[in-house]
């Protein structure tokens, strides 16, 4: 399946950042963020079939067509949040909504509980809390992450003979996809390299994080949403199976609608793109 968008680019003070764009030039304001380690792409099936929006579709910084941080960049969330503001700063927007999935959610979440008055409403697709830790485990986590960060010189991206194995790699991952969903992914987090293909990702995207958020540090951003907020879960994603993280969303004011299929919903097939575009074109309508 191949897709042709429109692309644009942002040159930020510290880094060039690509995107997609969908959607008529007078529709509502979004900024529509992918999850880890994927790219725009993941919104090739769901953009085009939501009304009314102007949507800005980045890959974030180490994804896609972007450019990499410089060395010394851990890829906190405090920095793709940062991203976003300065992207929204150049196209204008004071105010704007936000699309996420998994990672992108996460990024939502934190932006628009920390700047409320810059975000309209929040779109999130199988994404809430991002993974935490406790004050007991710092000093460990700290230490393993700081001997990986040492380490990375002698990392290597694997290579794929040709595209199809790198697909197929990709519909094996840490979160299954489907291959059409793989496809889409593939066209544009690919490169050619001596010997084949490997991924356009920085490969420091796969270290562990330096410092985490404490449980209670990822919910309070969660419940200090305030603006109208709809959330799709996926019944066999990440979230409907966590009991701890449903028993917050029983405390939240969210719209949250549950459909079939995996963490990639919106993206492994037709079906479930017109499900979640048909919940958020009702969310936004109603703005």
């Known amino acids: 399946m191949s897709v042709v968008v429109e692309e644009v680019r942002f040159s930020l ?30 919104y090739a099936r769901l953009a085009p079939k939501l009304e009314g929006l102007r949507i ?24 793709l949040a940062e991203d976003v503001l300065l992207v929204a700063e150049q196209l204008g927007w004071e105010r704007f909504s936000l699309l996420g999935h998994s990672l992108g959610a996460i ?5 628009a509980a920390s700047l ?21 485990s710092a000093p460990q986590r700290l230490g393993e992450a700081l001997k990986a960060r040492l380490g990375v010189r002698e990392k290597r991206k694997p290579v794929y003979n040709d595209v199809d194995r790198a697909v197929e790699a990709r519909m094996r991952g840490v979160v299954a996809v489907s291959r059409e969903a ?25 270290l562990p994080s330096l410092i985490r958020l404490t449980k ?17 879960l996926a019944n066999d994603g990440y979230i409907a199976a966590e ?15 549950y459909f079939p299929g995996g963490h990639h919903l919106h993206l492994n097939d037709e079906e479930g793109a017109r499900l979640v575009a048909d919940c958020f074109n009702r969310f936004f309508s109603a703005a």
């Open 243 to 257: 009991s701890s993280v449903t028993s917050l969303l029983a405390e939240l004011p969210f719209d949250i609608q």
């Open 107 to 111: 990024v939502s979440i934190l932006v």
């Open 182 to 206: 793989a496809e889409l992914l593939a066209q544009r987090g690919l490169e050619p390299v001596p010997g084949g293909y490997t991924w356009r990702t920085d490969i420091r995207l796969t």
């Open 13 to 42: 003070p510290h880094i060039e950042l690509a995107a997609h764009v969908f959607g008529p030039e007078d529709g509502q304001p979004m900024l529509a963020l992918h999850g880890w380690l994927d790219n725009a792409m993941t």
């Open 56 to 79: 800005v579709a980045l890959d974030f910084a180490g994804h896609g067509h972007s450019g990499h941080y410089a060395p010394g960049s851990s890829y906190s969330l405090w920095e």
């Open 116 to 136: 409320p008055e810059r975000i309209e409403r929040l779109a999130l697709i199988d994404g809430l809390l991002p993974y935490t830790g406790e004050a007991e």
């Open 216 to 232: 209670a540090q990822a919910e309070q951003f969660v419940k200090s949403v305030r603006c109208p907020t709809t959330l799709a």
